[in-house]
Structure formats: C-alpha cells, structure tokens
C-alpha cells in the first residue's frame, strides 16, 4: 500500500517517519520530500507498505494524530513516489 503524509514537521527526514510507520507493520520504503535549496523537508512524504492490512491499520491510527506539534494527514497515495517524475523512457 502507497501512502501520502502531509503536514510532516519541517524537520522530519526518512528515519522518523521510517520509525513512526514501523510500528504498524513493516515498511518497505520511507521518503520525505526535501527543498534542495535549503536542504530541509518541504511537509510531506510517501510510505510504502507491502501488506495492505498493516498500512490500513497505520492509515487509521497516524491520520489526523498530533505528532511533534503538528497533526498528519495521511491518505492513498495515487500512485507510488516517482524520485524523477520528468525522467521518462
């Protein structure tokens, strides 16, 4: 299952949102989207969960939850994170 996380502290990198996640079921990838130039997150990221139930029961648990002083949104992704959505075959 992709999932999309809005409303990320500007602070938060992979790791924390890896950690956060894990306590629902296993994550196969975590990605915080970054502004480059100025090397911090821009709010939001993708999750992936291979099994569909565990990121159901993350969705239901983690979405509108006040985390750092900032309360997640947490939605299906319409599709999975593309690190280089302009790069095509």
């Not at 999309?4 to 306590?23: H, R």
């Not at 196969?28 to 565990?54: H, L, Q, T």
Request: hydrophobic share 35%; net charge positive; charged share 25%.
């Amino acid at each position: 299952m992709h999932l999309f996380i809005s409303n990320l502290s500007y602070l938060a990198t992979d790791e924390d949102v890896l950690k956060l996640f894990s306590t629902f079921g296993t994550v196969s990838s975590a990605k915080v989207v970054m502004n480059k130039k100025i090397n911090r997150s821009r709010g939001f990221g993708y999750i992936e969960m291979p099994n569909d139930d565990e990121g159901e029961k993350a969705l239901t648990s983690l979405n509108h939850k006040n985390i750092k002083g900032r309360v997640l949104h947490v939605a299906r992704a319409a599709k999975p994170y593309d690190p280089n959505p302009l790069e095509r075959d």
